[in-house]
């Protein structure tokens, strides 16, 4: 089998390692903060140990911030419990090439138990549970990721100047690095396009729709092999949601359309919103404040929400517009989905994929009504997405619907992660804080 087919398949991968072609697997799976986790494991060992007894992880790695501290006190685990192992499981049907290693595949795994049951605080596990509950009302969902970063240079330092939006130059002026980067990218992703975003050195990726596991399994694996191409290019990109004062920030939003027995469930009625799209609209308006917690996992986080920064800042809906939290997209009934634009790109995506499927859900049971569409500039038009931290886990905490559907448990941990990161930060003396009252308090 040549490297340049795919193996999907538990036969096929056993041919690659067979003609010698596939002599090396990274098993991987997501923590909370969307890091990858894993090990590399030797082609010959690799279907042994996958169809029998797994590969062992220690569960702190679903109990610890974005530094490793690990945090008691946690549902999944503990010192009470141990820190015991939970196995990882690999899905063959996630398997890709990895671009920058001849010879090297990845695959994505589920984290389970002893038992053989999905680790229950698992991103994965989470993402599965919201798409079992929509499943069970009938309809299948399709999720289209869209990503900024900046390409900065090994300094922190944008690799270009200047804002110029779409700029075929600036894309230029930017290579090798882009250009591999769109390269490989093509070989771990399907990609739609790239382009030059609204800030020095800031780029946009479009990830081409799918189901929401393979959705959000893909944009984990686009920002791991943007972070490793790029370094192989002397280049470093940054998921970081505000990274520089005074541009943009990077967003991650997510579009999503309903579907069911292959058909558009969203097709628009008389140019407009069906019933089923705005119960959807609905759910999404009421819980906006229950889930941005789950697009904005950090302090840093809620440093983009700005007044006229193309990032929204209130709980507002409306057409083709990009003051909103939600663009609702009526357009061919294939095409027709809503936009959920209030997540950045740190966002951890099998959990930002889950929370918003999760409201889709709680509007389509409770036929929640979004109100009216808005017009026109609608920055501080309807109530402010939550601006710390702080105020979005107490927004989690207080949204039972939404715990309810992702898991209370899992919520519960997540939470608790952000609280202690929340915490560390308040305590934390800064530049910033020495700048302004050293001399003048």
Known sequence: MPEESTPRSREEVAAAIEGGVLREVEVAWPDH?????????????????????????????????????????????????????????????????????PGVGIVVADLVDHHGERTRTAPRTVL????????????QAAIGVEIEFYLLDPSGEPLVDGVQCYSLQKANEMDPVFTDLFDGLGRIA???????????????????????MASADQAMLF????????????????????????????????????????????????GKENALALNALGGMMKHLPGIALFGSPNINSYKRFEDQSFAPTTA??????????????????????????????????HW?????LAAVIAGIEGELDPGPKGQGNLYGVGEPLPRTLWHAVQA?????????????????DYTAIALAEWEVFCTEVTDWDRARYMRLV
């Open 352 to 356: 930002a994929c889950a929370s918003l």
């Open 223 to 270: 920002k791991y092999a943007a972070k490793e191409l790029a370094r192989r290019g002397g280049a470093m990109p940054t998921f970081m949601a505000k990274p520089f004062n005074g541009v943009s920030g990077n967003s991650m939003h997510l579009h999503v359309s309903l579907w069911k027995d292959g058909q558009p469930v969203f097709a628009p009625e008389d």
């Open 396 to 412: 989690t905490r207080a949204d039972e619907t939404i715990s309810e559907i992702l898991g209370e448990d899992a919520v519960f």
């Open 316 to 349: 507002v809906w409306g057409g083709d517009n990009r003051t909103v939290s939600i663009r609702s997209l009526v357009e061919t009934p294939e095409a027709t989905r809503l936009e959920l634009r209030i997540g950045g790109a740190d966002a951890q995506p």
């Open 190 to 212: 399907d990609v739609e396009a790239a382009n030059v975003e609204y800030g020095p050195g800031q780029c946009e990726v479009n990830l081409r729709y799918d189901a929401p």
């Open 33 to 101: 903060q969307g890091i990858l986790r894993g090990k590399r494991v030797p082609a010959g060992k690799f279907l042994r140990r996958a169809e029998s007894s797994g590969f062992p992880f220690c569960d702190a790695a679903l109990a610890w911030n974005f530094v490793g501290d690990v945090l008691d006190g946690m549902r999944l685990t503990g010192w009470d419990t141990g820190y015991g192992d939970m196995i990882a499981r690999p899905d063959l049907s996630t398997f890709r090439w990895l671009p920058w290693k």
């Open 128 to 139: 599965q549970r919201a798409i079992d509950r929509l499943d069970s009302l009938g309809y």
